[in-house]
């Protein structure tokens, strides 16, 4: 890497809103000036929940014309193809998450299976989409996942539908593999994350022997994460197959905390951002320091942490469009990280959410709250947002 390269300035407004019309950026800001306010953002998701189970319309419409364009690519596949293409021209990829969880019966979960094998053929032929992320909570029930992880017998037949559960991940898994797309399996609640390791520690020695087709996710944000990083590695290694890691924050802190209050228990989270901070970053020097032997997706609206990947992918040499190191943010959030990234040459892509209004509802009530109180993310969003739209303004006075 040529010393006469800049690095990423994420203070660029005008890189990271060029994708937005004056009308669409506008748009935004009123959005974001609402998320901002946390008493309505608690309130709204309440109200929004409770509607959505007396199945009232006008909620539905209100909430498709807000907060679901601003975060999802549409409900279905086909209606996110003009934002992935969108995207594209900027020099963004998407990552396609069917937005399904926490299902219950056989039949929906079959039906996620299909949908995201549909994405992975989707991927297949798109340069845009690199790859899929899957819950196994829309795979699996959630009982039996925290049943198996706290390591109590099955029946007969919770042993069948456990078993069909690793199937479908399976074949969703070694499609992946046959497509050359890759599979970020998300990270959930800390009661069923045994299993889910378990999964996908199964699928990356099947799918991962030359290529990191599956990925597992990191929720740093908890205490022993970063030593589990380390031994997930330590396996894959042994083993003989590549580790795929995405890197994120977390995204359960209150419930998980709330939990481990209420059962007597110590919370698997760490006690001060600080901390997860301190954690987050060791794992991204720890990824890339070990790029050759491992894959990582750096998945945080952090503005440091993403400054350090971009810094030490420079500083060792690395091309910046290594497969092996990647960034990613969600659709719809940190437009100044991913386009600045993207202008100057990294791997990035945005997460692109889709799925019907009722489905992903407890994803972007998620989003809200989680963006709002705890990280601070919707008051620099708007930060920015303002600083853009005076910019444009202060450029046409100008001419």
Not at 198 to 227: G, H, P, W
Request: with cysteine; aromatic share 10%.
């Amino acid at each position: 890497m040529s010393t006469d390269v800049k690095s990423p300035d994420f203070s660029n407004t005008e890189l990271a809103f060029a994708s937005k019309s004056d009308k669409e950026l506008k748009a935004t800001r009123e959005l974001f000036h609402l998320m901002n306010k946390g008493w309505l953002v608690d309130l709204g998701s309440k109200m929004a929940l409770w509607a959505l189970d007396l199945h009232l319309p006008i909620v539905k419409r209100v909430i498709k014309k807000t907060v679901f364009p601003q975060f999802c690519g549409g409900e279905t596949l086909e209606e996110s193809i003009d934002d992935i293409e969108h995207l594209y021209k900027f020099k963004t990829q998407s990552v396609l998450d069917y937005g399904a969880e926490a299902k219950e019966t056989e039949e929906a979960y079959d039906f996620t299976m299909n949908q995201n094998i549909k994405a992975i053929q989707f991927a297949h032929d798109q340069e845009s989409v690199p790859g899929i992320s899957t819950k196994v909570t829309g795979l699996c029930d959630f009982d039996l996942l925290e049943k198996h992880h706290r390591g109590d017998e099955f029946s007969k037949e919770e042993n069948e539908r456990y078993e069909r559960a690793n199937a479908r991940l399976d074949r969703m898994c070694r499609n992946a593999f046959e497509n050359g797309v890759s599979i970020y399996i998300d990270a959930e609640e800390s009661w069923i994350q045994d299993s889910i390791d378990e999964m996908s520690d199964t699928m990356m020695s099947r799918y991962n022997k030359e290529k990191a087709i599956v990925y597992n996710t990191f929720q740093l944000y908890r205490t022993d994460r970063m030593d589990f990083l380390k031994a997930s590695y330590d396996k894959a290694q042994k083993e003989g197959y590549i580790l795929g890691a995405k890197l994120v924050r977390g995204a359960y802190m209150h419930k998980e905390r709330t939990r481990a209050a209420e059962m007597g228990y110590p919370s698997p989270i760490h006690e001060t951002k600080e901390d997860t901070d301190r954690d987050y970053n060791e794992a991204v020097i720890f990824c890339v320091e070990r790029y050759k032997e491992m894959a990582s997706c750096n998945a945080t609206h952090n503005l440091h942490s993403n400054a350090l990947q971009s810094s030490l992918i420079d500083q060792m040499k690395i091309d910046r469009n290594h497969p092996h190191l990647n960034s990613s943010q969600l659709y719809g959030m940190s437009d100044n990280i991913t386009f600045n990234l993207s202008a100057a040459g990294f791997n990035v892509s945005k997460y692109m959410v889709y799925g019907k209004v009722s489905e992903v509802t407890p994803y972007l009530i998620r989003r809200a709250q989680e963006n709002s109180s705890v990280t601070g993310d919707i008051s620099r969003e708007l930060h920015l947002l303002n600083t853009e739209v005076e910019r444009r303004k202060n450029l046409k006075k100008s001419n």
